[in-house]
């Protein structure tokens, strides 16, 4: 058997046996996939991602302010430009990224999850970054529904 929590004012809510397994289990459940990751262009520019190997992934917060597990992570996103050797240096030039932004796909989780957390993470890097969190009420959102950030 699964360690359970009982929020008990929360449980006085349910009533005779009106809640599911998630509602009182402790350990939550991390988002189930990694994030859909397309490679885009912006009009404004910038290039954030010109020389960078990314990993994306998203994380739930729940009810009582737990956070789950992060997702797994995206595959690396990088399409370099076509080849340019510079003969002076030996430098590959072509080795920025031709896209300069991303579209990230993410599940927006069960009713027990408030807020999403987008996160990111450079290759050589074990730091992860939180880039955007969205709260599910604010937003209008409904329970396991893709949305784009």
Known sequence: MQPICINIERAKTYGLNNFTE???LLIKKPPRRAPEITPTYTNDG???IEEKFL???YRFRYLDGEYSAPSDFSNYNFT?????LDFFTLDNLGMINSFNAVKIDFNTGEKQ???IQLLVKESL???LY???TFSKEKNGWGDNQVKSF
């Open 130 to 132: 939180v880039i955007e």
């Open 80 to 84: 370099p430009q076509p080849f340019d």
């Open 46 to 48: 910038s290039n954030n």
């Open 22 to 24: 998630e509602d009182i």
């Open 55 to 57: 990993l994306f992934a």
């Open 125 to 127: 890097s074990s730091t």
């Open 113 to 115: 999850v408030t807020e």
